[in-house]
């Protein structure tokens, strides 16, 4: 039963849905016993489908895909979680249908967010300049359609965006290392008056845990794909960097109380290509801790050896990476970490294996915190 729907600013591309189990209330989860570990989860779903509406009739035919990425939460059982590589739709029909599967095995969510990414987002210009406008290559973030791989969170207190980066111009960002398309002829050099930073979401999320706990949440774009003026290089590594410069007060207040840091990065901080000054330096951030977790030998357990890869790529190709990161605040206790990738003949290695190239990555935090003087 949906319990409030609001557009904000008057405008239709930003919706905020807090979505109440049937039989449940919104009062009753709010008074879910405060409990003695928060398990923070991050997850490329590769859910992503090719055309609106295809996702969400995947989700309910039953495709062993989606059935699979159900199967691995419900494992897994984080009591917040943000998804990436989901198709958004104003509805949140697909994110409902997805949360319907998660409760037909007992690990569904009262509060699901979701809001409209970048992704497929029109700009009106042939940013890549090959003559045609509207393709995927010319909107805010590569997409067929807008909405298309977007990310949702799903929790068990309610959820409110504080604030959205999403439309901070790239060229606005301090420090930029943005480059134009004056190259590229056509339209691409009147990018800079329109072009976004992020090619999907940079949020700021409050979950009304007690104290509140504040999430920030992107997926950069991958940093390849482009020319030798490294523009998806460069876009990548100012993605990552805007946490930065958010931490350390240049992009408005610094959120109150603890933070914990969820995305995916598409870089690893030593390997293969890109420019990873950025995200070592959020890595080793005063104000963050990375658990570094390792593989769990069955599951959700304890990471092993890590950190981890947390995607496998084909051969010859990338490979396995860790380009997904859970960072909590400093302050907070990590109990345990770990990526959810079982070894093989392990309890739902085949069902990992078959959900997504990516592993879902969580981290144990001791909840509420420790006063501290």
């Known amino acids: 039963m949906i319990r409030g729907a609001r557009a904000v600013g008057g405008c239709r591309c930003l919706l905020i849905l807090l979505i109440g189990l049937s039989g449940g209330s919104a009062a009753g989860a709010q008074e879910r016993p405060a409990a003695q570990v928060l398990r923070l989860a991050f997850y490329h779903t590769d859910l992503a489908r090719d055309g609106p509406g295809l996702l969400l009739r995947d989700l309910r035919r039953g495709d062993p895909q989606t059935e699979a990425v159900a199967a691995v939460i419900a494992a897994c059982a984080p009591d917040v979680l943000v998804l990436s590589g989901i198709d958004y739709d104003a509805d949140l029909a697909a994110l409902a249908a997805l949360n319907a599967l998660l409760e ?4 569904g969510y009262p509060y699901l967010f979701a809001a409209v990414p970048n992704a497929g987002r029109p700009t009106g210009l042939d940013l890549d300049g ?3 406008r509207g393709e995927a290559r010319d909107a805010q973030g590569y997409g067929r359609f807008a909405g298309q791989g977007g990310l949702a969170v799903l929790a068990r207190w309610k959820l409110s965006l504080s604030r959205d980066l999403s439309s901070l111009l790239w060229r606005d960002l301090p420090d930029t290392l943005f480059v134009d398309h004056a190259g590229r002829g056509g339209e691409g050099a009147r990018g800079a008056s329109v072009q ?9 999320v409050e979950v009304a845990t007690e104290p509140p706990l504040s999430l920030l949440i992107f997926h950069a774009t991958p940093p390849v794909f482009d020319g030798p003026e490294d523009r998806n290089g460069r876009r990548n590594h100012d993605e990552t960097a805007l946490w930065l410069h958010l931490l350390a007060g240049r992009l408005g207040p610094v959120p109150s109380g603890p933070v914990v840091l969820l995305g995916d990065a598409n870089l690893d901080p030593h390997d293969r290509e890109g420019r990873g000054e950025a995200l070592r330096a959020l890595l080793a951030h005063p104000a963050l801790q990375d658990p570094a977790p390792g593989r769990g030998v069955a599951g959700c357990a304890p990471g092993q050896g890590g950190p981890a890869p947390t995607v496998d790529w084909p051969v010859p190709g990338p490979g396995a990476l860790r380009v997904s990161y859970v960072l909590p605040d400093r302050g907070l206790q990590v ?6 990738w079982p070894k093989a ?4 290695a085949e069902t990992v294996q078959r959900a997504s190239r990516h592993r879902l990555v969580w981290a144990e935090v001791r909840w509420p915190p420790e006063a501290r003087d």
């Open 104 to 107: 037909a095995q007992g690990a």
């Open 345 to 348: 003949g392990a309890p739902l």
């Open 130 to 132: 090959n003559g045609r």
């Open 335 to 340: 109990v345990a970490a770990g990526v959810a």
């Open 196 to 204: 976004r930073l992020s090619s999907s979401v940079h949020w700021v």
